[in-house]
């Protein structure tokens, strides 16, 4: 099992709606990273938290809106979404503790495979 | 830039097969870390390793070993005995020691599928 949570696992939504997809970790870790991923692609990074303080936004359309309440909690909100963005979301965290270190791994959740209608 | 280049799309080997799957890196940088990262078909990524780029030593884990090379700028993955369960997605990674309050950007390599038929 991970020991990053993501819900929904599976998510079909028109593009009118109003969706978010919800990541938990309890592992202490202070950075959280979204990733989307195209079939056959890589992963390629959209946002990072780290501290609960947005650090890196990588051009991302504004329909896609992320949120970390706190420091285990990382949200993604969607809103107008166009089919070409269906793919699988991932989600991350790393220690990226200055006592531990930098460049510490991500432990990746199991991710939500969003489908826009 | 940071580039991470998997030349090998898919490979397919017989169980019980050796079969290296290779990654070779570009960066400026003299302080970098790689990573190895394992899909399978639910979708996690699951980590294998870390290598820093003052650290040249081969590692063994198992049947898995890695062979980092920074003359070639290589850091290729071995499974020795491949097991059906082997069967997945394999990326290499690359990130750069910037520290950003400990938020590291990775770059992945178009990764390696993997199949090991019984």
């Known amino acids: 099992d991970t020991e990053v949570t993501q819900t929904p696992k599976h998510l079909v939504m028109g593009m009118t709606n109003k969706k978010s997809l919800k990541c938990e970790q309890h592992m202490g870790h202070r950075a959280m990273y979204w990733y989307k991923q195209k079939a056959k692609k890589p992963p390629e990074l959209m946002f990072v938290y780290s501290y609960e303080k947005l650090s890196i936004n990588e051009s991302v359309p504004s329909r896609f809106s992320p949120e970390c309440p706190n420091s285990s909690l990382l949200n993604l909100h969607l809103h107008a979404l166009q089919p070409e963005d269906s793919a699988l979301y991932l989600c991350?965290?790393?220690?990226?503790?200055?006592?531990?270190?930098?460049?510490?791994?991500?432990?990746f959740g199991d991710g939500t495979r969003l489908s826009i209608l | 830039a940071q580039k991470v280049t998997q030349a090998q799309t898919e490979i397919s080997v017989v169980e019980k097969e050796d079969v290296t799957l290779d990654c070779v890196y570009e960066t400026r940088d003299t302080t970098y870390y790689l990573f190895w990262y394992k899909q399978p078909p639910s979708g996690e990524l699951v980590f294998l390793i870390r290598r820093n780029s003052f650290d040249e030593q081969n590692e063994i884990s198992g049947r898995y070993s890695w062979n980092f090379q920074k003359s070639t700028s290589s850091f290729n993955f071995t499974i020795t005995a491949s097991q059906v369960v082997d069967s997945a997605v394999y990326f290499c990674?690359?990130?750069?020691?910037?520290?950003?309050?400990?938020?590291?950007?990775?770059?992945f390599g178009k990764g390696t599928k993997l199949t090991v038929n019984p």
């Open positions: 990674a690359l990130s750069e020691a910037n520290w950003r309050g400990g938020s590291e950007k990775l770059v």
């Open positions: 991350a965290s790393s220690p990226s503790d200055r006592a531990t270190g930098s460049n510490q791994p991500q432990h």
